[in-house]
């Protein structure tokens, strides 16, 4: 049974930092593209980044990048996702998704459209 388990998230003041864990059970990460997407109260699921499985490219939507990171640890069956700097507009609930294409380029892996798996989501709060 394929699962995938978020947690990490949390209330951070603005300019904090958190990292989100996505751990994966029942599959191999590194088979699948590894997307995280955000929901805010009344607006659409948007992606935030990915990592593709086949030469670990990532891709990262244009408000995150320079603050937020992707990585994964094969080891650990886990993708993380770092988030430093973080603003009012970065509340949200964060969710991971597995992809089985890969993830092809950056448009493609950060439409949640795309996406076979999807976590439970973790609440991320930025507030002071």
């Known amino acids: 049974q394929v699962q995938l388990v978020e947690s990490g998230g949390g209330l951070v003041q603005p300019g904090g930092s958190l990292r989100l864990s996505c751990a994966a059970a029942g599959f191999t990460l590194d088979s699948y593209a590894i997307g995280w997407f955000r929901q805010a109260p009344g607006k659409e699921r948007e992606g935030v980044s990915c990592i593709v499985n086949s030469d670990g490219s990532t891709y990262y939507r244009d408000s995150v990048k320079g603050r937020f990171t992707i990585s994964r640890d094969n080891a650990k069956n886990t993708v993380y996702l770092q988030m430093n700097s973080l603003t009012p507009e970065d509340t949200a609930v964060y969710y991971c998704?597995?992809?089985?294409?890969?993830?092809?380029?950056?448009?493609?892996?950060?439409?949640?459209?795309?996406?076979?798996?999807w976590g439970q989501g973790t609440q991320v709060t930025v507030s002071s």
């Open positions: 998704a597995a992809e089985r294409g890969g993830g092809y380029y950056r448009d493609y892996a950060l439409a949640p459209i795309n996406y076979d798996y």
